[in-house]
T-cell receptor
Framework: GDSVTQMEGPVTLSEEAFLTINCTYT??????LFWYVQYPGEGLQLLLK?????DKGSNKGFEATYRKETTSFHLEKGSVQVSDSAVYFC????????????FGDGTTLTVKP | EAQVTQNPRYLITVTGKKLTVTCSQN?????MSWYRQDPGLGLRQIYY???????DKGDVPEGYKVSRKEKRNFPLILESPSPNQTSLYFC????????????FGDGTRLSIL
C-alpha cells in the first residue's frame, strides 16, 4: 500500500535559519502530494500542494517540489520565524483511489528567537 | 465561513458506553473522512465517504462505525468504546478528486477510562 516517510523530529532552529523537512513516499500510480501544518490546539490546514511531477508548490515562503525520480517532496523555507513553530505533515492522495489518504508521522518544528 | 465542525471537542467517558462524534461541513463537499492522531503515529484514516450512502474502510476501522445519510454530515460512532480508542480525532472534507486538499475540523479529544 501507499506510505509516507517523514524526517524524524523534533526540529529546533533559531529564527532566520534555513529549514528542510524531508518527505519520501511510496505509491502506485500518480499521487498528489500535500504539506499540512498544525498549530497547537487546532486542526490541520493546507500549506501547499503539488499534483504532478516537477510541480513546485509554494505558500508563505515555504516551497516543495514533486520529484518523481526520487519519490520525494521535501519542504523548505529560507528563513524561519517564531510563528512557524508547529507540526508539519506530509501526505499523499492516490489517483487510483481518491478516497484513501496517507499521512506521515508529522515533524514538530520549534523556532527560537 | 467555510468550515468543518466537530462536536464535542472534548469527552471523557467509560468503557462500553456508546458515543457519537458529529461532523458537519458547509462547503457542499462530496468527500468526507475520519482520522485519529496518536503520538508517533501521525494521522491514520478510519473511514471515508465519497458521497451520500457510500462509505469505505480506511486503515484502522476496527471498533468504529460511520454513516452518510446527508451530504453535510458524517458522524463517527463508537458502539462499545475501549481505552485503546483514547485519541485525538479529526474529521475532514474535500471536493471530489485526488488533487483536492482536505479541510479539517478542530479535533475531538476522546478519553476512554
Amino acid at each position: 500500500g501507499d506510505s509516507v516517510t517523514q524526517m524524524e523530529g523534533p526540529v529546533t532552529l533559531s529564527e532566520e535559519a534555513f529549514l528542510t523537512i524531508n518527505c519520501t513516499y511510496t505509491a502506485t500510480g500518480y499521487p498528489s502530494l500535500f504539506w499540512y501544518v498544525q498549530y497547537p490546539g487546532e486542526g490541520l490546514q493546507l500549506l501547499l500542494k503539488a499534483t504532478k511531477a516537477d510541480d513546485k508548490g509554494s505558500n508563505k515562503g515555504f516551497e516543495a517540489t514533486y520529484r518523481k525520480e526520487t519519490t520525494s517532496f521535501h519542504l523548505e523555507k529560507g528563513s524561519v520565524q517564531v510563528s512557524d513553530s508547529a507540526v508539519y505533515f506530509c501526505a499523499l492522495r492516490g489517483n487510483t483511489n481518491a478516497g484513501k489518504s496517507t499521512f506521515g508521522d508529522g515533524t514538530t518544528l520549534t523556532v527560537k528567537p | 465561513e467555510a468550515q468543518v465542525t466537530q462536536n464535542p471537542r472534548y469527552l471523557i467517558t467509560v468503557t462500553g458506553k456508546k458515543l457519537t462524534v458529529t461532523c458537519s461541513q458547509n462547503m457542499n463537499h462530496e468527500y468526507m473522512s475520519w482520522y485519529r492522531q496518536d503520538p508517533g503515529l501521525g494521522l491514520r484514516q478510519i473511514y471515508y465517504s465519497m458521497n451520500v450512502e457510500v462509505t469505505d474502510k480506511g486503515d484502522v476501522p476496527e471498533g468504529y462505525k460511520v454513516s452518510r445519510k446527508e451530504k453535510r454530515n458524517f458522524p463517527l460512532i463508537l458502539e462499545s468504546p475501549s481505552p485503546n480508542q483514547t485519541s485525538l480525532y479529526f474529521c475532514a472534507s474535500s471536493s471530489t478528486g485526488y488533487n483536492q486538499p482536505q479541510h479539517f475540523g478542530d479535533g475531538t479529544r476522546l478519553s476512554i477510562l
